[in-house]
């Protein structure tokens, strides 16, 4: 049997990414790989560490780099984190940090920065990537991030960079607030996102980036739905190919 593929998908935070996995890999019966949910665990690891604070992202701060790094690795190490998957979930996955379900601590506000900022350190970013490669190694898995079809899984024969307009992805993230019964202003989520693009964009090690064979898709004003059905499609065709005569 021909090896499934590994669809990467990449784009700037609230684009949409993390439904259109869920769903995707759903449709395709695939693995769903939410990398963005293994940087908020470490997040969550190195605040309750007390490691967060005072981080700037533009200062050099090499002390808290280095012992982030080694709480990171020591996770890595002892498979700490576990991702199973879980349809009954927003995200369409449990999460666990040693044991503990860390699926709703993960989501605060405060992760999604912390998770930009522990991401930009070179150390993390190793720790993490054996995880992400073995969790895909028999292929079959819909991964979503920032650098998957740039870094991670650079040989993906199924590539997208999806995007939206800023307005459109700081009302997205806004609805996912409400839902969960929090109401947050969007001129303040319009900030938070703007920042975290800029610091995701902006870093040295494996930034937010469409890789060059990845499809561009816009979700600005289209229906989740007509974005799967494209993408499904373009996946499917791609199967179709590797699949050899019988
Ligand atoms: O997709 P998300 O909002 O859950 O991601 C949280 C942060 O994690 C994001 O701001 C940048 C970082 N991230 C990353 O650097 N690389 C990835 N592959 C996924 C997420």
Redesign the pocket.
Known sequence: MPRLPIVAIDGP?GAG??TIAKHLAARLNFILL????L??TIALAAARAGLLEGIDPNSDHEDSSATITALAEAIAERNGISLEQDPEQPKGLRVRLDGEDVSGAIRAPEM?MG??RV?AIAGVRESLMNLQRSIAKNGGVVAE????GTVVFPDSVAKFFLTASLEARAERRRLEFVERGEDIDLEEIKKNVAQ?DKQ?SERAI?PLKRANDAALIDSTGRSIDHILEEMEERVRAVMGHDESPS
Do not use: L
């Not at 991030?145 to 998957?148: E, K, S, V, W, Y």
């Open positions: 935070a990414k993390s939410d990398t963005g949910a940087y908020r999604s998770a930009s991401s991030g920032r650098d998957m975290r995701d494996a």
